[in-house]
């Protein structure tokens, strides 16, 4: 596929593994506090809040990997338009275009 503008998937797949690193890592500390309260100095409330939401961009950012692999990555889910690259360079793992993001709501 082609983007026209931004960043080349190549870039967007190193982001996208940086960030499922980083989440990766910070859901290991995160995991690590809920057996051990107070070790992060959060109550754990945040820190199951914080789990639920590393989890999350864990699977978002894991499903926008797959997509780059079979080829459907940097088009929106619902109306199959091409995401602008702007969208991906700021948020990597979209599932949809603005419009259909903003329908979503
Ligand atoms: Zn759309």
Redesign the pocket.
């Known amino acids: 596929m082609n983007i026209d503008t931004g960043p080349s998937i190549d870039t967007l797949r190193q982001t996208l593994q940086a960030q499922l690193r980083q989440h990766s890592q910070d859901l290991a500390v995160l995991t690590a506090a809920g057996t051990d309260p107070g070790s992060t100095g959060e109550d754990p409330q945040t820190v199951a809040e914080r789990t639920v939401a590393a989890r999350h961009a864990i699977e978002e950012i894991a499903a926008a990997l797959s997509r780059i692999t079979d080829g459907a990555y940097g088009h929106?889910e619902?109306?199959t338009?091409p995401i602008p690259g702007a969208r991906l360079e700021i948020l990597p793992h979209a599932r949809?275009?603005v419009?259909?993001q903003a329908r979503a709501r």
């Open positions: 929106c619902r109306c338009n949809f275009c419009p259909c």
